[in-house]
Nanobody, 122 residues
Framework: VQLQASGGGLVQPGGSLRLSCAASGTIFSINAMGWFRQAPGKEQEFVAAVSRYGGATSYADSVKGRFTISRDNADNMVYLQMSSLKPDDTSVYHC????????????????WGQGTQVTVSS
């Protein structure tokens, strides 16, 4: 499946953004859909993931309580609602699919999309 993230932009600290990830094919059978981010000079970081039917989610400690991940299997979309954004959230955000993984956070994701830039600055 091919993935394309969108919805990034420039936002002030404390603001909100919703990222979207559109899949070229069905995501119904994909166990895990996730979001990762990578800032310049830093390693890629897990942000959030959601299980096949949305019954389970996992978040990085740094975004818990501020970000919410969701998926719409009917429309082949995954979303990341981000609120109370901080400058440290500035990064390129990528969505990913893990067809068979069971560990949302540490599983091996096998499909990646191009990222969308999120910049949090006043």
């Amino acid at each position: 499946v091919q993935l394309q993230a969108s919805g990034g932009g420039l936002v002030q600290p404390g603001g909100s953004l919703r990222l979207s990830c559109a899949a070229s094919g069905t995501i119904f059978s994909i166990n895990a859909m996730g979001w990762f981010r990578q800032a310049p000079g830093k390693e890629q970081e897990f942000v959030a993931a959601v299980s096949r039917y949305g019954g389970a989610t996992s978040y990085a400690d740094s975004v818990k309580g501020r970000f919410t991940i969701s998926r719409d299997n009917a429309d082949n979309m995954v979303y990341l609602q981000m609120s109370s954004l901080k400058p440290d959230d500035t990064s390129v955000y990528h969505c990913a699919a893990g067809a068979t993984i069971s560990n949302l956070k540490s599983g091996q994701y096998d499909s990646w999309g191009q990222g969308t830039q999120v910049t949090v600055s006043s």
